[in-house]
Every structure is written in C-alpha cells, then in structure tokens.
C-alpha cells in the first residue's frame, strides 16, 4: 500500500464503523480517491464520511466493487462469505485490513500512543489528544468517537507523536489477532481487563492473552500505563520488559483524591509518589473518568509535556460525542446520551451521572445491541447495574437470529430481577413505546440516560421531538 500514489482508488468494506470512517478521511485527506460500502450506516461516522464528501455505497454487493479500485481496505465486520469479499478475491485485487494499514502507513515510526482496556478508551485517547495538542505536540490521532474539541474523528500527524485507540476487537476475518497488535505502540496505556467480546473471545483467559501480547510489543525505551488496582492487569505484568508506570485512587506511582463533583466539572488532588502535583478540574463525571485523566497525566509527564499544559487542556476539554452527550433539555427534562453496552460501564455510567446530578430522577433507557450484551453472559450483572436507577426501560435485544435461544440475552428476564429490587422496570418491543411513557411520565427536572452502541432507531431525536425540544 505504501507503493500507492495520490489519486489512486481505495475503497473500505465496512467503511462506517468508527475507526474505519476515520480511516477514510485520513488517506482522503491524503490525496487518495475514497470510496466505501456499509449495511446500516449512522451517525455520528456516517454524517462525518457524508462532511467529507465520501459516498456510502449501502449494502454489500459485488457490483461496489465496479469500477475496480487500486486496493480494498477490509473491515472486521466483513466475513469471508460476503459477496463483496467473495467479488473482492475473485477479481485479486490487493487488500488489507485496517489496522495493517493504519501501523505500516499511519504511525510508522512514530512515537505512538495506544490507548487500550475494556472500558475508557475513547474518554482516554480524545483526553491524551486534546492535552497534546493544547502543549503545540501537533499530535496525528485516530479516535473511536468525536472528540467535541476537534471536527473530526482523525487527523494526520504534523509531528512525530500519533494517539489512537487500541482495541482488543480482531483485526480481519484473514488476520485474527487484536487490532492493537499492529499499531507499534511506544507508551500504552492499559485502563483496564475484564471479560467482553464474547463473540470472538472464550472467557476471561483469552481475553489476558490478547492484552499479554500487547505487553510484549511495548519496546524499552516506551512505557505501559495502567491502572494499579485492576487485578487481571496485575496477573499478567510478569509480561512486560518494558518500564512501568501505575496509577489509581488508592495504589500506584500516581494517585488522586477527588474532592467535589458538580454539574460542571469533577476536581481531584493528584500526587506522584507522595508529592503533591496540586488540584485538577475535569468537566467530566465519575470515578473512572478520575482514572481515565489519571493515565493521560502519567502520560503526559513520560512525554515531558508540562502539567500547566494538562491542567488548561482538562478545563477546556469539551467531551465526546455520545459519551454524556447533552443532547437537550426540552420540558426541564435534561436528555443525555452515552455508548455504555458492558455493565460495568453502564454501572459506573449511572454513578457518575447520579453524582453529577444528585436532585434529578434518573430515566435509564438501553439497547442490548453489541455483541457481548445480546448474550445471555452478563444477565445478572445487568440487573445490579441498572437498580441504580430510578425508572429502567430496556428495548428487546438487537437481532439476536443468528445465536441459538439458550445464549440469548433476555430483556424480560433482566426487568423481572429489576423490579425485584423495588426499582420500576419495563420491556419495550420498539422506540415508541419508550417515547410515549417518557413523555407522559417524566417531569421537569428529571433526566433521561439513553444507553446504546448504535443508531437505536433515531430515539435521540424523537424523544426531543416529543418532549417538545
């Protein structure tokens, strides 16, 4: 792909998932003519690709594969059995997968910043970006989300330093390995481990394996970044040759203390072995967005990126879209929406809102839609994390026609252990049911969560409709 001059055609299968919109803007903004096909685009990626004048061929046929391009950029959504891949290797013409061409064209030899772990990953790389370009490093970065400091998911590298998002997710159906394992990281920082992806890993073990072989690729003169009191990150740091750097509430080289969470910012004291590094203000809620600064201040001090540089870039940072979006407050009921699918992160999500805002009453609404949460493996979880709401309305779970019945999710059974707890609960069979006892039921001064990794079927904008926003 090196070999590629401006202008010629590459085109991305799979062309609207987040890393794979940014993707297409950073060779188009290259010089290379940008084509790509999808199944079921939706903003925020698709709107960003349509800003960029690139045209989502929807559906994947063999026909997008007409005229040829100069090369195919395959994403992890696509199996060997779709036509367009079945057209794609008839026709052989050369392809590669996204991370490939991200490592070997992207970051090259730069020094890169991999943010990886289960939950955070988005809050963190947009946090380590912003940081970095507040202290003029002129970062390159590719991000899982749109950071609301920037207008775009990605930007090529003006310098030597490259930030991006690490995921464990494989990389192609020809290259089963995490997606980070191309991405020749220098500094990682590692937020956290537990059990996700239950589509593609077997349990716990096989997810550490994936996160051990991202240790082993940390060189010495880099460093890993993690969090000190994660016990699965623990278990596998015999792995790591390279220098390391922990932090936490309680353990780690760095530590904070948080001291006030109001409806603007969350403020904390931060101390490196026991010197006090002074306060620090974030606009964000939560003791995980607390941890998630954590490794972007570590970060930045193994950088040599001076900590008055941090501090203006976390009072300034605008947050992400779709992570504690505001997205209106139509009737005095404050509408918010969040990508949380895992329940850790839906727990520690309800938390941090809730301690954001103390007085409000709390409408929890959420898709079962990645491939973890259609699966039966986290149903109790599920239930624990919700009771912290006020009001729970769960939708029935995504398409779940291609899992057998015994490992389906089941949203009945999770609002039958909701409702066990005392908490109100309900199953909906589609949006507008969900619309309807929101709008009837909610009062000024309430808020309403809406908790998906997709398009939930236009739900954000019809709730504000019928709230009257």
Sequence with gaps: MKNLKKGAHIHLMGICGTAMASLAGLLKDRGFHVTGSDQNPYPPMSTQLESLGITIQIGYKAENLNPRPDFVIVGNVISKNNPEAEELLKLKIDYTSLPKAMGDVIIDHRTCVCVSGTHGKTTTSSLMT??????????????????????????????????????????????????????????????????????????????????????????????????????????????????????????????????????SSTEFQVTFKNTDWGVYKLPLSGEYNVLNALSVIATSYLLKIDQNDVKKAFETFKGIKRRQEVLGEPRGVLVIEDFAHHPTAVKETIKGI???????????????????????????????????????????????SKLNETDRFSSAELVSDISKSGKHAKVYSGVDGIIKDISSGAKSGDMVMIMSNGGFDGIYTKLLGALGG
């Design 354 to 400: 809730k301690a954001k805002y103390p007085t409000r009453k709390l409408w929890a609404v959420f898709e079962p839609r990645s491939a973890t949460s259609r699966r039966k493996i986290f149903q109790a979880e599920y239930a624990k994390a919700f009771s912290l709401a006020d009001e729970v309305l769960i939708a029935e779970a995504f398409d779940q």
């Design 130 to 263: 912003w940081v970095s370009e507040v202290a003029n490093k002129k970062p390159g970065y590719m991000i899982g989300g749109i950071p609301k400091n920037f207008a775009q998911s990605f930007r090529n590298p003006e310098s030597d330093l490259f930030v991006i998002e690490g995921d464990e997710y494989d990389t192609a159906f020809f290259d089963k390995v995490p997606k980070f394992i191309h991405y020749k990281p220098t500094f990682g920082i590692l937020t956290s481990i537990e059990f996700d992806h239950a589509d593609i890993y077997r349990d716990l073990d096989h997810v550490k394996e994936a996160f051990t072989m991202l240790l082993k690729l940390i060189p010495q003169n880099g460093s890993l970044i993690y969090w000190a009191e994660d016990e699965n990150i623990k278990s596998i740091l015999p792995n790591l040759k390279a220098p390391g750097f922990s932090y936490g509430l309680n353990k780690g080289d760095l530590q904070a203390k948080i001291l006030k969470t109001t409806e």
